[in-house]
């Protein structure tokens, strides 16, 4: 199964790194897709590479979809919106971070779900959703937290304690012994 990240141009790049982290480190399937399959340019100036279009994606083998934030105006768009309801009739983890979030809105994905555009909390999980996909939202300056729900909910820690020590590093800076 793929864990997917839609990258497109201005995308924030930072705000998916520590989840992507995870992912790798795990052995999970990493997939970075932009709607055309070619490479670009984010906010903070990376180049990235695409391994595909949105279309060569199956979707059938996509265990998670994630949207950063940025300038949202290229994705925004019924194609995108279209295919996150798709995805939102699966078992599928569907997040956003910042404006990620407004796409997921915007495609309906969010209507009688819990998530930071209704609560005022930096990451929310709606794991109960009725249609089956899960669903993880959270602001900008919760990149951590959005990473570790994320990880939490793809169930990539070995146990609790792995789990408290990824927390006690990442969220809290704590060297490991």
Known sequence: ?????????????????????????????????????????????????????????????????????????????????????????REVLIGGICAGVDVLDHAGILQDVKSTHSADEDVVCDAAVTKGSRVVTARANAYVDFAIEAAKQLDIFADEEDLQETIDFWKYFKRAE
């Open 1 to 89: 199964m793929k864990d997917v990240f839609l990258v497109y141009d201005t995308c924030c790049f930072y705000e998916i790194v520590i989840l992507t982290y995870f992912l790798n480190v795990s052995g999970c399937d990493v997939v970075f897709c932009s709607q055309d399959g070619k490479s670009v340019r984010t906010t903070e100036g990376f180049s990235v590479c695409a391994d595909m279009s949105l279309k060569e994606l199956d979707k059938e083998q996509i265990r998670s979809f994630v949207i950063p934030g940025g300038d949202i105006s290229a994705i925004d768009n019924e194609d995108i919106r279209g295919y996150l309801r798709e995805l939102g009739e």
